[in-house]
């Protein structure tokens, strides 16, 4: 047997043993190999019926009535928690609703809010995804805080008595690189701040454990390892111990005590909802609650587990089929390091992905020199690892 065939018998053996494969009929897909559910989850199944319904009868015929008869209107906290199992959070701590951008403007605005007087300085993960250090930049400016980019691992020694809040992305976007959640949280708070965490990167695809590590503010988008579809909204978790005292930057009608008493002033309504601003938007939401119905009975252990092994079997595979010095993995080796996605250094990355997927392997690159493989386990096998990189080597030698 070549090592080819031994690559691909391997991988057919930890496909056949994977309790997780079955997930994958509950996804349209087609015969390629997706790795950019990073960017974009596949669909599940359970999605455009659930659409239909929603379009058709829910508005089509009850319209008005669907507020309160069909759940739109409590839509945001009930699908707040059914995502909270997947972070690690007790009900009634997220609510959905607005972009992951808007999301990380109330939630830095709100911590450094909570921190109270006397604390000027906002710290923020220097490799950030670029949204988020453009909202903390103008966050700092209105609070008249200043703000200090610096690396995840400097963040435990550099917040102090001045810190009041720190922003930090849970995986890089660009390297995979998975931070210590747990270490900078336990810092952060020593130190009298706040932490707010970005979970863009983390959430279904591994395990979080918001409540279990004392996060303080959380967001994550939900049309990347959740499936939600482009553009779903996205979620905001403020820890229980701090929803009585947090004051959101964008207090709408939605996050009023008593909404439909249209008064004048603002008065906050208790728990997640006070993190609510406008109309939530009802066909996307409603489209990212059916999705979530694929975690059913899914360990996130196993997902983790999962995630881990075919990240290592791609990297091993590009080894063996991608010649020496073309491309240089920026993910680290170690597990505790490392989130769901592989990222290799390659010239050209551009051209190289747009052959990837002339070829049915779909992942993505990101400027200037990084092509990003996601490993997204419910759907991703170890078939379609070694495929993958068969094709980057193929596509490589020319
Ligand atoms: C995907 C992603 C975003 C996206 O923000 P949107 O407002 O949803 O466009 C933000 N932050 C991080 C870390 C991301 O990975």
Redesign the pocket.
Known sequence: MSDTESLQSRAAALDAADELGKLREQFVLDDGVYLDG??LGALPRAVPGRLADVVEREWGQRRICSWDEAGWWTAPERTGDLIAPLVGAAAGQIVVG???????FKAVVGAVRLAGDGRDEILVDES?????GYIAESAARMTGCTLRPLAPADIPGAAGPRTAAVLV???D?RTGRLHDLPGITAAVRAAGALVVW????SAGALPVGLDEHGVDLA???T??YLNGGP?SP?YLYVAARHQGAFDSPLPGWNSHAEPFGMRPGFEPADGAARGRVGTPDILSMLALEAALGVWGGVSLAAVREKSLALTDFFLECVRHHVPDGHVESVTPAAHAERGSQVALRCADAATVMDALIARGVVGDYRAPDILRFGFTPLYVGFADAERAARVLGEVIRG
């Open positions: 990073n960017s607005d972009s992951t951008s808007v999301n990380v950030t995804f670029p949204t988020d992305n849970h995986v976007y970005d979970l863009c990167h967001i994550g988008c049309y990347k553009g996205a």
